[in-house]
């Protein structure tokens, strides 16, 4: 990764003045929006795994706009909903199910 590159990134994951590291934030930001596209879920569950930095997550959502689709399919879902948040993270843990009836 180049020097550029590095500072864009080092300046995304900051939030604000205060130094206070952005993975929480990110936790938040994702929650929201797989809520608004899974308002009926019945978990969702944004974690960083990274130590905070925002590098990693495990995302676990459990939902019935599931029911029908095989895993791949499941997770290309919530890769194309979080398009934007995920394109620049190191690694991404998905887990998606359908609700115990």
Known sequence: M???KLLQLLSRLWNGSNGVLAGKHAEEKMISILRN????AQLIE?????GGCGAM???NVVASEFKGL????QHQIINKVLKEEIKDMHGLRIRTSIPQT
Not at 70 to 73: D, F, G, I, Q, R
Request: hydrophobic share 30%; aromatic share 10%.
């Open 37 to 40: 596209r899974f308002p009926q």
């Open 2 to 4: 180049n020097e550029t």
């Open 70 to 73: 095989n895993t791949v399919k």
């Open 46 to 50: 944004v974690t960083d795994v990274s």
């Open 57 to 59: 997550f495990d995302i």
